[in-house]
């Protein structure tokens, strides 16, 4: 079974950090492009980053570019995503997802929230 | 601001069947077969219901369909079920932002 647990969310201060982690099991994790998407609260899902099976490509939206990193061990069946700077707008429920072909997400784990506020 | 169009909302009495739009443009859903459609129970993980436009992962009812025309696509929930009450979130190849703004179904 296919099994992605995110973990690292949390309460922190505008212009903290934060590293979010995912553990995927159930699949051959360096097979597939691995994807952030977020949803702030009362909005929609927004993607956010993703990265090659390999970890040679990334991409990232506009609003966080410079301030999030994403990175995967693929000997140890995890992403994670290291998070600068981060900002009110930040605020949000962060899922990582498996894409299995065209930026399209077969499955999800149940996400980690990330609260930014002094 | 999401580049793919959903009706905020969409409604229907239990048994009956509702239709979600998701307009994109000939750059995203006109141009390509990789259209994808989510339903989401706040506070849980999002789920697949449809991708490559009309296909149906294993485990998904077959009262979930998905189509497109032109630059419109389309999910259409038949014989409504209480536990189908959701935000459903389409998503194309090729548009900003992947995801459309989402639709909350409700049964009525």
């Known amino acids: 079974e296919v099994q992605l647990v995110e973990s690292g969310g949390g309460l922190v201060q505008p212009g903290g950090s934060l590293r979010l982690s995912c553990a995927a099991s159930?699949?051959?994790?360096?097979?597939?492009?691995m994807t952030w998407v977020r949803q702030a609260p009362g909005k929609g899902l927004e993607r956010m980053a993703n990265?090659?099976?390999?970890?040679?490509?990334?991409w990232y939206v506009d609003s966080v570019k410079g301030r999030f990193t994403i990175s995967r061990d693929n000997a140890k069946n995890s992403l994670y995503l290291q998070m600068n700077g981060l900002r009110a707008e930040d605020t949000a429920l962060y899922f990582c997802a498996r894409d299995v072909g065209w930026q399209q997400f077969d499955s999800w784990g149940q996400g980690t929230l990330v609260t930014v506020s002094s | 601001q999401s580049a793919l169009t959903q009706p905020p909302s969409a409604s229907g009495s239990p048994g009956q069947s509702v239709t979600i739009s998701c307009t994109g443009t000939s750059s995203d859903i006109g141009k390509y077969k990789y259209v994808s459609w989510y339903q989401h129970h706040p506070g849980k993980a999002p789920k697949l219901m449809i991708y490559d436009v009309n296909k149906r992962p294993s485990g998904v009812p077959d009262r979930f369909s998905g189509s497109k025309s032109g630059n419109t696509a389309s999910l259409t929930v038949s014989g409504l079920q209480a536990e189908d009450e959701a935000d459903y979130y389409c998503a194309s190849y090729g548009a900003l932002g992947i995801f459309g703004s989402g639709t909350k179904v409700t049964v009525l």
């Open positions: 990265i090659k099976n390999d970890g040679s490509e990334t």
């Open positions: 159930g699949f051959t994790f360096d097979a597939y492009w």
